[in-house]
């Protein structure tokens, strides 16, 4: 299976929601919205199979010393085939050298960071005004 990853890749709606419902996020509950902050990151980054939009990840960032991923999702049928981590790791070659890259994790996402390098913030807590409906 070969994955295409790319900071240059065009995106479609429809192929978006697919992906982030498929990932049971509530962000596709508002596609117009989605679009817009994914087509507006600082970088926006794809992996795809045979053309498939199996994976993506976006970051905002200062450009300079400071970049923040909050998305970062893989199709569940591709989960634990290494699509999340080439993504980040062209997320890392981008950002190498920042003084922080910084991201929230729960669940079982915290240990695929950590594997990665991320660590725990000190004594930091995320905190959020959230317009989700999943917590």
């Known amino acids: ?14 192929e978006v929601i697919a992906l982030y419902r498929a990932n049971e996020w509530s962000s596709a ?7 817009a902050a994914l087509r507006n990151s600082h970088t926006l980054i794809t992996a795809r199979i045979d053309g498939r939009l199996v994976g993506l990840a976006n970051a905002i960032s ?3 010393l400071v970049v923040y991923y909050p998305h970062m999702l893989v199709d569940p049928d591709f989960h634990r ?10 997320m890392s070659k981008r950002y190498k050298g920042f ?4 991201l929230t994790a729960d669940g079982d996402a915290i240990q695929f960071y950590e594997a990665l390098g991320f660590e725990r913030a000190g ?3 995320s905190m959020w ?3 989700g409906n999943d917590h």
């Open 123 to 125: 004594r930091t807590a």
């Open 62 to 64: 200062d450009g300079h």
């Open 99 to 102: 003084h922080q890259q910084m």
């Open 81 to 90: 085939c290494g699509i999340g981590s080439k993504i980040m790791s062209a």
């Open 29 to 35: 509950d508002k596609p117009e919205q989605l679009m």
């Open 129 to 131: 005004i959230y317009a």
């Open 1 to 14: 299976m070969e994955v295409d990853i790319s900071q240059q890749d065009s995106i479609e709606e429809s």
